[in-house]
């Protein structure tokens, strides 16, 4: 690998001349023209590329950001809402020039969570990282806020002052996807709740406001399913006993993409037809949502803008934080959509 040194004795010149000419600083000609011109074109034909290190040391940037999944987003359930996101942050990430690395990490009580390598290091400006469930929830976000590294939290807003974040508010969706199934009779609507969230303090932004149910005549009935424990087809199938057995009296649901698609196909092959007997709503709007039969209405996420904003976001940050800035975390909330298909229909009387 070629040094600024076999640049210097072939243009003959010093290493630090040649060090000004390819890293100059603004507003500063460091030789005569045709020796910048003559050092670049050496430096060309030899391939030479600056030390990224070094050139992180002195400006005191890599350039390069993680991406810190937990273990329960690296599923086959996940993966099409996960996708998406992470599509948003490359396709950022690409824009700004920078480079991205990621890694998938336990965040479980019981596994003490430690920092990735790379973060101990520094060796990354920031991090976007996948919101902790219930009991992690502040043990980890405290381990991200004591490293001092910059980071912005996806899929959930924070309360903490100094933790950024981004993620989508559901209630616009919701109120729309109610109203539609009050509009065609149902009365008992089932909705989604993720038992290890019950202790995170900002939860509720994650699920429909208590206000929203003031608004219909219709009963909602929490619907736990608990993926640390099972995957979303277990779940699909597990819910699709229940309702077949009248051991959850609804006549719809809104629940995730993954486990809404195997809980119509459950329903399906025991004889309950989608929509005639039973209506079903998906969450994010994936692409799962178009390969079932009926496809599904959904509330749609705009999860790769998400991902894109959440590196805008930590380029923020990132920014505050090495010139010495002391600013407010910032928290964008983006609405969800209610998109009407095949998989919601009249109440039968």
Known sequence: MPTLND???????????VSRILSPKDGVI???????????????????????????LAIRRTDNIGVVLDTLRNTPGESPVWSQILAGVLNEVRL???????????????NKFRLPEAVRQKNVDGLII?????????????????????FVVLSAASSDPRVWSVCCDPNPGYMDAFTYLCELGHRKVGYCVYPQWNAAENREKMFP?????????????PVEVDLAKNS?????????????????????????DSISAELLN???????KVPDDFSII??????????????????????VEMGQIAVRLLQDAVKAKQGGLTVSARNIILPKKFVIRKSTGPLKR
């Open 266 to 272: 459950s329903l399906n092959e025991q004889g309950i």
């Open 209 to 221: 406001s208590k206000n929203i149910f003031k608004n219909y005549n219709m009963e909602f009935v």
């Open 282 to 303: 998906g969450l994010d709007d994936t692409y799962i949502c178009q390969c079932t039969s009926p496809k599904l209405s959904s509330l749609a996420s705009p999860l």
């Open 96 to 110: 700004q020039h920078l480079n991205c690395m990621m890694t998938v990490e336990n965040y479980s009580a019981s």
């Open 232 to 256: 979303h087809i277990q779940e699909g199938q597990r819910l699709a006993e229940q309702i077949i057995s009248g051991g959850l009296d609804i006549t719809a649901i809104v629940m995730g």
């Open 130 to 150: 996948t919101h902790p469930l219930g009991t992690t929830d502040s043990n980890v976000l405290q381990e991200f806020i004591d490293n001092g590294v910059p």
């Open 7 to 17: 640049i210097a004795r072939k243009a003959g010149v010093s290493a630090p001349t």
């Open 30 to 56: 460091p030789a005569k023209m045709s020796t910048i011109q003559k050092v670049r074109k050496i430096a060309e034909s030899l391939n030479y590329s600056p030390n990224a290190a070094a050139r992180s």
